[in-house]
């Protein structure tokens, strides 16, 4: 690779990133206490200690110190709702009447490409100050929320996966497409979004219950027609939506196996909730690759379960973490490490900090089959990473200074740590957040 030495930039930091999963490999990952990270036309040239790289850079070059603070990859998001952000925290009795009395009408809006957009421009400035720096996103049933969506993130040059929403049935007429209309819609997205620059498309049937079994065909069709696109759904979330789901489906031996009737499970289809599965569904999606986003404050605030860890790794399910905005109450991965630990812990199981910063990190990127593009700091990855501060509040920096080990630092930042911890979010080696500024 060839250096122009006026790209290149250094940061010096303490920096963690992983190459394996820290639940079934030892020295899973990478801790430079002083650290520095060499970044040169938007891809990580080198990680490692500052006393060794120090000597490799040009005379001048240009070193930012982030002394004190911590540089990891960027955040992950693998299920996230844009259309909802200026619905998140609305009150309703479980998911079926949220979604009827909050999400049905806010969705309504985004057939105004204008509203998409500066929608779309929040929701980016808020995963930014999150440190999310790529996440999979469900737009709306209108394609003029998809073009805002990939508009508002190119104009960044962010890493992101989106797509249309399908639903031919049992919801509004105002946010109804056919399976025909939604199957040529998602077509002609995909054929002008899908790996343009940085963006990947997503096939996006909403869940079973509002798709006919027609759409449902015609979606297993466009997956099988672009095999390296992204199919993301919901599966197996809240129980009365699993009843519903029998009813529809009475020929299917489960809720996932009404996707799978359909060819929707393979490598790039990510499932959000997972929570009612049994141990046949996640020893098929393992089989399959399909992969599952656990999204614990969604899970909680509509009081939908609690995902089982231990089964699913049992099976060897690729497991990554997912706000669920709007259902879910925070943009923050930190705050979605937080609850997934207490959802862990009511399940009898434990879940240390290093396995969630690596499940919204290179575990998510690994679910994404985009290990090698994003997820850690190996050399040719595209520099994503956020510099997190362990002293960002009063609270933080007592409880940081009594650590004395990685672990329980990372848990600190984890239970304590919202966006304030977020110092600076860069992607593709340019710096998009920046809390000193604000
Ligand atoms: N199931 C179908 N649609 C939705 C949605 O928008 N949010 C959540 N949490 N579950 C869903
Ligand atoms: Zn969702």
Not at 25 to 35: F, K, L, P, Q, S
Not at 267 to 291: S, V
Not at 355 to 366: N, V
Not at 406 to 424: I, P, Q, T
Request: net charge negative; with cysteine; aromatic share 10%.
């Amino acid at each position: 690779m060839s250096i122009a030495p006026s790209n290149l930039r250094a940061y010096r930091a303490s920096l963690l990133h992983f190459h394996a999963d820290p639940a079934f490999a030892e020295n899973a990952y990478a801790w430079h206490e002083d650290g520095l990270l060499i970044v040169d036309g938007g891809v990580v040239i080198a990680c490692g200690d500052y006393d060794a790289l120090k000597p490799t850079l040009p005379a001048g070059a240009d070193v930012v110190d982030y002394s004190g603070k911590i540089i990891c990859p960027g955040f992950i998001d693998t299920h996230i709702h844009f259309p909802q952000t200026d619905m998140i925290a609305s009150p309703a009795p479980g998911l079926l009447p949220w979604l009827d009395s909050y999400t049905f009408p806010t969705e309504r809006k985004f057939d105004d490409g204008a509203h998409g957009r500066e929608v779309a421009d929040f929701f980016l400035d808020q995963l930014m100050r999150s440190g999310t720096t790529t996440a999979m996103v469900y737009c709306t049933v209108h394609k003029e929320s998809v073009d805002a969506f990939f508009g508002a993130s190119e104009a960044r040059g962010l890493r992101m996966v989106a797509g249309k929403v399908l639903m031919d049935r049992n919801c509004p007429d105002f946010l109804a497409d056919t399976a025909a209309s939604g199957a040529r819609d998602s077509e002609e997205l995909i054929e002008r979004w899908h790996h343009r620059g940085r963006l990947q498309y997503a096939i996006t049937p909403r869940f079973a219950p509002t798709s006919s079994e027609a759409q449902l065909a015609a979606t297993g069709e466009l997956a099988r027609a672009w095999p390296d696109t992204y199919i993301q759904t919901h599966v197996s979330e809240n129980c009365d939506e699993c009843n519903w789901v029998k009813s529809l489906f009475p020929a299917s031996h489960s809720y996932l196996d009404v996707y799978d009737h359909y060819g929707l499970l393979r490598p790039r289809a990510m499932y959000g909730h997972c929570i009612w599965l049994d141990d046949d569904d996640f020893a098929r999606m393992a089989d399959t690759g399909a992969a599952a986003a656990v999204c614990p404050t969604s899970n909680l605030f509509l009081g939908s379960g609690l995902f089982d860890f231990e089964r699913a790794d049992a099976k060897g399910v690729l497991l990554s973490l997912a706000s669920d905005v709007g259902a879910g109450t925070s943009f923050c991965m930190l705050q979605t490490m937080n609850e997934a630990y207490k959802v862990a812990r009511m399940k009898g199981s434990y879940l240390p900090a290093l396995r969630m910063f690596y499940m919204a990190t290179l575990g998510a990127a690994r679910a994404m089959r985009l290990e090698g593009t994003i997820g850690n700091f190996a050399p040719g990855v595209e520099a994503d990473f956020l510099v997190l501060d362990p002293r960002a509040t009063p609270l933080l920096a007592r409880r940081s200074g009594e650590c004395d080990n990685l672990e329980e630092l990372l848990f600190a930042l984890a239970l304590l740590g919202d966006d304030r911890a977020v110092a600076a979010t860069y992607s593709g080696g340019r710096l998009q957040w920046d809390a000193a500024a604000s």
